[in-house]
């Protein structure tokens, strides 16, 4: 039975479909614990040698937000833990981000998300046909667990090969969205409606009598959150444990 995108139900321990290895597996079973207690989860760890070493850990909310200021509180909250569980050698750059319009698939509820978006698909073992590479538009999720296929239509099918297929998420081994019109576009109205909410719930504090000290002060001046995708945060590690400053930069 196909699942309905809008029945989604994310949660902070909801399992992720992909695993990381090495040394960014050991980051990642470090990672999650302090995240969690925060409110957040990891998205995706990675450990790359461009331009130096650079520790890039992927995190959100359940809901799927992650602002600039969630990427500061996640990169303090790991940076200690990081300095004394030393899991990597040399100096590295820690780099927390969120995941992105076209983000990365990970978890059943991000395909639940993405139904009706196109998405690239890689699988660790291919199918009867040979494939194990596809890129095509989500319909759904059929079967529960280990079981679960994904339904996709896809757009690189040749003029000889079957548009729909089922795709084994037991073996998925890497899942990303496209960057599309559509994608941008649903990605704006849902930061319009962020908006939108906050500004009401400004409002709402705003009209509630006030009692106590304080209660003849005029409103606090608006602060604005910035909104999916979020932005960066990064800070330069030394041998030793030691850090510098963290940079804030936006976009990803």
Same mark, same amino acid.
């Given at each position: ?101 076209? =983000? ?67 073996? %998925? ?14 990605? %704006? ?18 009209? =509630?009598?006030? =009692? ?41």
């Amino acid at each position: 039975m196909t699942q309905d995108a809008a029945a989604i139900i994310a949660t902070l321990d909801e399992p992720r479909l992909v695993a990381e290895t090495g040394v960014a597996a050991r980051v990642a079973h470090l990672a999650e614990p302090v995240l969690a207690q925060l409110g957040y989860r990891v998205v995706r760890v990675r450990l790359m040698q461009q331009n130096g070493q650079t520790l890039q850990i992927m995190a959100e909310r359940p809901d799927g937000a992650m602002t600039i200021d969630d990427c500061e509180a996640a990169s303090q909250a790991l940076s200690p833990e990081l300095d004394v569980a030393d899991l990597i050698a040399n100096e590295y750059r820690l780099e927390i981000s969120s995941p992105g319009v076209d =983000r990365p698939l990970v978890r059943r509820s991000d395909f639940l998300r993405a139904v009706g978006h196109e998405a690239k698909i890689e699988l660790t073992y291919p199918l009867a046909s040979g494939r194990k590479r596809f890129r095509g538009v989500i319909r759904g999720i059929e079967g529960e667990g280990h079981d679960a296929l994904l339904a996709l239509e896809r757009t690189d099918a040749q003029s000889d090969e079957e548009k729909a297929v089922s795709l084994p998420l037991a073996d %998925l081994d890497e899942g990303r969205l496209v960057l599309t019109e559509a994608l941008i576009r649903e990605s %704006l109205r849902a930061g319009k409606l962020q908006q939108a909410e906050e500004k009401q719930e400004e409002t709402d504090a705003e009209q =509630r009598p006030r =009692r106590g000290p304080g209660r003849f002060r005029g409103p606090a001046p608006h602060k604005p959150k910035p909104l999916v995708p979020a932005g960066v945060q990064t800070q330069f590690k030394k041998a030793g444990g030691k850090s510098k400053p963290p940079a804030r930069s936006k976009g990803e």
